[in-house]
């Protein structure tokens, strides 16, 4: 990846966790800006490369005709596509995005555009500028004065959820340039879609885990305390690599996510409906985990942490999966979810014949 790719997955993967996670908000208008509004802007320039062809969908804003003069109106209130029917959904370039007037207040009407700037060159975002503001810069800020910074994190994450659903391909069609070298490589890949339920206690909720050593050559997924679906191996040498991302509970989805070696290089890799994280690292000794490995579903390799989830199916592959792959797999979604299996909890795990607890046990 070049320089300004470096920048725009970074940037990408902070509007990202502060979107979805509890992140100040306001920072997101710093990111809005350098992508949409700063000169030759980021997504222009590293869209010179790929050429992905960028729409923004989304609910047109409709606001009422007849409003009190101090009545405030949100264009983008849970308009985004995932909240209603497709069918209600515009096709926007980018400039019309900009444009579309997504709040009013005081019989003032304000854009995406001057949202972001006003957000980032003058409240904060970047900027904190308390004298030159003009008067619609100043009606503004009377807005969020009289609203609270509530206001502030309801626009930024309308925006941003439009913005990152967007942008998801260019990241991915990055990513999977960089990546390229792993194309069918050697390793263990699962894919499987999903509704990982919320568990009635605290502790860790065990999608998969693979391996037969707790301390060792284990590749687990689960979901933590915190929310976050994390995919963590520990290598023979007991190296702990991990990535994550934060997780919607109870809703399906698609995971597509695995382990592979090329060369004296190792891929970790975690893709949540399309959205993908990755960790590179050097390291030579995986053909063991990937030549002998057990595996338990539905709860962790010691059979203490049960897992909560509806599976619709689960598919394993020994290589990194390509496009055409998926799109096949993916066909089969819809009759999938017509007989799930469900996980909740209660001795419902499935495990390899030559998994270590079950050996025990025979003994």
Known sequence: MNEEECLFIKKINDLYNITYNNGDKLQSSAILRLFYLDGITLIDSVNKIHRKKLIYRFHDPKFRKRLLFNSLQFGFDNLTPNEAHSSFTSQRTKEQFLNTEIVVYQGNT???????KYLAN????????????????????????VQSHSIVDKLMIEISIIVISTLKDLKNAILENHLKNFTRAKGLTLWMPIRILTPPDSGENYIV???KDINKSRLSLFVDTDN????????????????????????????NLGIYKFETKLLLYLDVDNWVSFMVVEHQYIDEFLDNYTFV?????????????????????????????????????????????????IGQYIHSENHPKVISCHN
């Open 209 to 211: 885990d693979i391996g």
């Open 122 to 145: 003058k409240f904060g975002g970047i900027h904190h500028d308390l004298k030159k503001r003009d008067i619609k810069e100043t009606l503004f800020s009377k807005m969020i004065e």
């Open 110 to 116: 304000f854009s995406v555009k001057e949202t972001i």
């Open 228 to 255: 976050n679906l994390t995919l963590r191996y520990i290598s023979s040498s007991k190296q702990i690599y991990k990535i994550s991302q934060k997780l919607k509970m109870n809703i399906e989805i698609i995971l």
């Open 297 to 345: 579903l539905g709860s962790d390799i010691n059979l203490r942490r049960e897992g909560y989830f509806h599976l619709a199916s689960k598919y394993v592959f020994n290589r990194r999966l390509e496009v055409d792959d998926k799109l096949t797999l993916e066909r089969h979604v819809l009759k999938a979810w017509e007989k799930c299996a469900i996980f909740n909890g």
